[in-house]
């Protein structure tokens, strides 16, 4: 059903697929009879050795539409660079199971040992069910050799000719009303020059990775603080919920809760706001990573072609680390946890193909402590099967039913938890409440979990992808007789905006670098 690219634009891996056949000859279930599993690579076609060809090369002799789950439509991109033909029918595709260092793809199986049905805590379980051991890497300090190699590379760049348009000078050059005019200049096409830039995201980055996975966030008596869920580089509707929400200072804190990028055809603007707002009030702005934080989907949803077409290649290499550095989760005045996807997973970690969420089961007998979060490792891409902690605050969702159960998201490993696991996770770390994010909500928020220890949605998408419908929301926090009192929730609809449609920079897009034409 889709395909996706290597990190080097090399390849074709099976990105989605239905692993059955719904009828004799399913169209759809064709592969997965044949042995195609997701994660296969396409080795051949035809009988041509395509192993180390550009994606779009492959898709051009496969002659292959690509899903775009962004547009919610099938396109086909532009043809790759060999001009390659469809391949005559009938044609003989042949995959490969790819071997990689564990932590490359996210989408790789996650097996493990077979459970022991004979434990009373797998009785409801499939017998195809596996089981492994749940770690947590250590954090060590950051080091990131492509950033120490950039600031050569940009002391070398030329000064900016023009004064016309945004610019940033160091930190001591931003104020409020600077960034409020550079969102406006960014609203007119006028970018950050390409120096300016690449300074911006060097100093947010060295902001980032001195902090903690897990960031403490303190509300004096009387001050609030504002969480922000799902941005995706809906430019317009980020500076109208900033009109509602004020502008971050020491009396009203942000906490951006993840996925600033992807979709949404200004996400090189939105993400460099955010930059600038951090570098100008390190102190009062806090961003959480998402799961769209990522080189996998940002090569696939849009940003790394967004940057590329905008600026350079190059510079998809320095927020790929600036996404690694970025923390996973705060903790607001030891009351509200604030993560993007959820809570931690089942220990030991089980698993079964397959999605019932009739089926649960009580995995955690141990709590994870704040404290093992925070002095967590964050600095590299998700993987299960290298740190599954960081996929449960990036990927998980909630569910109504207790206990723990397999989610429907990209691959095995994602989970979904029921309200006994929020409650525990929270009493065991003396919380009052979850805020989360990654799921599109009608409202804007929503109480998952409700009652005395809630878990609340928070999105600040507005009609997601253009065609969702659904109001956005910020969640608000205040501190009233030394307690954290909300949330209040700001709402709000989607602005207009220049025709350009979600997905323009994404795999298959009419804007993606791999589909332009030079003149």
């Not at 051949?44 to 192993?51: E, L, R």
């Not at 396109?75 to 490359?104: F, R």
């Not at 939105?270 to 090569?299: C, I, T, Y």
């Not at 507005?462 to 709402?491: C, H, I, M, R, W």
Request: glycine share 10%.
């Amino acid at each position: 059903m889709a395909y996706a690219p290597s990190t080097s634009g090399k390849g074709a891996m099976v990105w989605e697929m239905n692993e059955k056949s719904r009828y004799p000859g399913d169209p759809q279930g064709q592969a997965w009879v044949a042995g195609v599993k997701q994660g296969f690579l396409v080795k051949s076609v035809g009988g041509v050795d395509v192993s180390n060809y550009e994606f779009w090369d492959i898709m051009d002799m496969m002659d292959d539409k690509i899903k775009d789950n962004s547009a919610g439509k099938f396109q086909s991109g532009g043809q790759g660079t060999m001009g390659n033909k469809p391949a005559e029918l009938p044609v003989a595709i042949e995959y490969a199971e790819l071997k990689v260092d564990e932590g490359e793809w996210l989408g790789m199986e996650s097996t493990g040992d077979k459970v022991d049905m004979r434990d009373a805590r797998f009785a409801d379980l499939p017998s195809d069910a596996t089981i492994k051991e749940y770690r947590i890497p250590k954090a060590v300090p950051i080091a990131s050799e492509v950033v120490e190699a950039l600031r050569g590379y940009v002391a070398s760049l030329p000064e900016p000719s023009s004064a016309d348009g945004p610019r940033y000078k160091g930190k001591a050059s931003l104020s409020g009303d600077s960034i409020k005019a550079m969102i406006q200049d960014f609203k007119v096409g006028k970018l950050l020059p390409l120096k300016d830039a690449y300074q911006l995201a060097i100093d947010a980055f060295d902001i980032l990775k001195k902090e903690k996975t897990l960031g403490r966030v303190t509300v004096p008596e009387g001050k609030k603080v504002t969480v922000v869920g799902d941005l995706h580089g809906q430019l317009w509707d980020f500076d109208f919920m900033l009109g509602l929400a004020g502008l971050p200072s020491a009396d009203n804190q942000f906490v951006f809760n993840g996925d600033f990028v992807d979709r949404g055809p200004w996400s090189v603007e939105v993400v460099f706001s955010l930059l600038a707002f951090k570098v100008w009030q390190p102190d009062h702005v806090f961003m959480n990573r998402g799961n769209h934080e990522a080189e996998m989907a940002n090569h696939f949803y849009g940003f790394f072609g967004e940057l590329e077409v905008k600026y350079e290649k190059k510079m998809t290499e320095l927020f790929a680390d600036l996404f690694r550095a970025t923390p996973l989760c705060h903790v607001i005045n030891n009351e509200a946890f604030v993560v993007h996807g959820g809570i931690p997973g089942p220990d030991p970690r089980v698993w079964w193909k397959g999605i019932d969420n009739q089926i649960s089961f009580d995995g955690r007998n141990l709590q994870i402590s704040l404290d093992e979060i925070e002095n967590s490792d964050r600095f590299m891409e998700p993987n299960p099967n290298l740190n599954p902690l960081m996929v449960d605050l990036l990927w998980s969702d909630p569910k109504g039913k207790e206990g723990y159960g397999p989610s429907g998201r990209m691959s095995s490993g994602i989970y979904l938890f029921g309200p006994d696991v929020s409650k525990n996770f929270m009493v065991h770390n003396k919380l009052r409440m979850v805020l989360r994010s990654h799921e599109v909500k009608a409202q804007g928020f929503r109480y998952d979990h409700d009652g005395e220890y809630p878990l609340i949605t928070i999105f600040s998408a507005p009609n997601y992808v253009d065609k969702a419908g659904n109001l956005a929301a910020v969640a608000v926090l205040t501190n009233t007789g030394s307690q954290l009192q909300g949330p209040e929730f700001l709402q709000y609809a989607a602005q207009p905006h220049p025709d350009v449609p979600s997905g323009a920079y994404a795999v298959g897009g009419p804007l993606h670098p791999d589909g332009l034409v030079e003149a």
